[in-house]
């Protein structure tokens, strides 16, 4: 395995899991030990909890860890991994390498910007919280959500930066992601929408419009990209996002190369069309197919997929994967506390599902997307209904 996150991990022990026997060794950049990446946005960052490494017992399983080991090439007619120090062959190979976080451009190096990815980056971001310090956030998608949350928390002045006109553009449908805006003011944080940064310089931040931002502080969260410039040459084919196109069976172009986790994309039978997945169930369930097929198997490997985000107080969940056609059906009241919304195709099947704070509705709908359910819209639309009962 190259890269030792979740898909990295999962994977190994996936592997002694279904009785392989042979040498397993994962390879990762970063020297901690593997761990888990959703509490770096949350309690990490505010110190409630100190660690998040994985509980698994890599040396009893007789998984080998080479940590602080960059790949930086792949030679596949050799099979071999290339290493700062050294070559590491291999006989099967899985790319678990996940993604690298977008740099604002020009604010590369620059003192007191930071990213939010690795421990590190979240150990750095610790004592910004701590002195209270005036915070911009460039982006408001997840990460920047969850930062301007915590910050929130910790009794930082935040600023949110975002380009788009309305928070979550990227992932979610215009109506839906602008409701999400009323939750930034209401915990005190400053929106700015259709803004863009011009310039960063040491403690502000300067908007195309000239507005200039007092900035103890900035955060960027503007996307992640699979991190595979270092497949470069080596005849893995990559897709337009630069990750690793694998097929149904998550094995990669290259024979005896699988990849799984937000470095690749797959194609969805369920969904008719090519998934890149950036979330933590993606990196936690694909690891079980790869394992398989890698031992031998030919598992098909189609999830309906999952992700929450902590923000402002609110547990949002999101399943499956609606299309631009699919007809919104909204279940409770939008300015209320908890709400809903289901997509649903035009044959009535369930195809997507955001639940603000209402996760029974999530549990329920991410079963009926699994079974390929059919919905009556106007019970689907009584919040009073039980899902599984629409
Ligand atoms: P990664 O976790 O990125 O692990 C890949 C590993 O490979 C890294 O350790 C990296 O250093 C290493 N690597 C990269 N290149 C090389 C190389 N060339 N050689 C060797 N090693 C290399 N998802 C949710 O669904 N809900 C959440 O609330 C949520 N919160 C998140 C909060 C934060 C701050 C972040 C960053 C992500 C969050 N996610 C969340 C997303 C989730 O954590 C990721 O989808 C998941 O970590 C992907 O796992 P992975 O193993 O594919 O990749």
């Known amino acids: 395995m190259v890269g030792a996150g979740m898909a990295g991990v999962r994977t190994a022990v996936g592997l002694r899991e279904r009785g392989w026997r042979g040498r397993i060794s994962l390879l990762g950049a ?51 991994v290339v290493t700062a120090e050294g070559p590491e062959p291999y006989d099967r190979l899985v790319l678990a390498t996940g993604a690298e976080p977008v740099a604002l451009p020009g604010t590369e190096g620059l003192p007191d910007v930071h990213l939010l990815r690795t421990l590190d980056d979240a150990a750095a971001l610790r004592p910004v919280l701590e002195q209270r310090r005036d915070v911009v956030v460039v982006g408001a998608g997840w990460i920047g959500a969850e930062f301007a949350t915590a910050a929130r928390e910790a009794g930082c002045a935040v600023t949110v930066v975002e380009a788009a006109d309305r928070p979550l553009a990227g992932a979610l449908p215009a109506e839906v992601a602008a409701r999400t ?80 986790g937000d470095c690749a994309s797959f194609p969805s039978a369920r969904y008719g069309t090519r998934l890149l997945v950036h979330h933590w169930d993606n990196a936690m369930q694909g690891p079980a197919t790869a394992a398989a097929n890698v031992l031998g198997g030919d598992e098909v490997y189609d999830p309906v997929p999952y992700f929450w985000s902590e923000q402002f107080g609110r547990f949002v969940q999101y399943a499956g994967h609606h299309a631009p056609g699919d007809a919104a059906v909204h279940r409770g009241d939008p300015d209320g506390a908890a709400w809903s919304v289901c997509w649903l195709r035009a044959d009535g099947t369930l195809s997507g599902l955001l639940a603000v704070d209402r996760p029974r509705d999530l549990v329920q709908g991410r079963r009926l997307m699994e079974r390929g359910a059919a919905l009556d819209p106007e019970r689907a639309a009584d919040p009073s209904v039980q899902l599984k009962n629409a």
């Open 30 to 80: 970063e020297t901690h030990r593997p761990y888990d990446r959703p509490p770096l946005s949350k309690a990490l960052l505010l110190g409630t909890a100190d660690g998040s490494a994985f509980d698994v017992d890599f040396e009893g399983l007789g998984i080998e860890l080479l940590l602080g080991r960059h790949a930086v090439a792949l030679r596949p007619a050799e099979r071999v």
């Open 181 to 260: 805006a009323a939750w930034y003011e209401e915990a005190g944080v400053r929106l700015l929408t259709g803004a863009a940064v011009a310039s960063v310089a040491p403690g502000e931040v300067v908007l195309a419009d000239g507005t200039g931002l007092t900035a103890g502080a900035v955060v960027v969260g503007i996307g992640a990209r699979p991190a595979t410039g270092w497949l470069a040459g080596s005849g893995v084919e990559l897709g337009p996002d630069r990750e690793v196109l694998a097929d149904d069976r998550l094995r990669t172009s290259v024979p005896d190369v699988w990849a799984v």
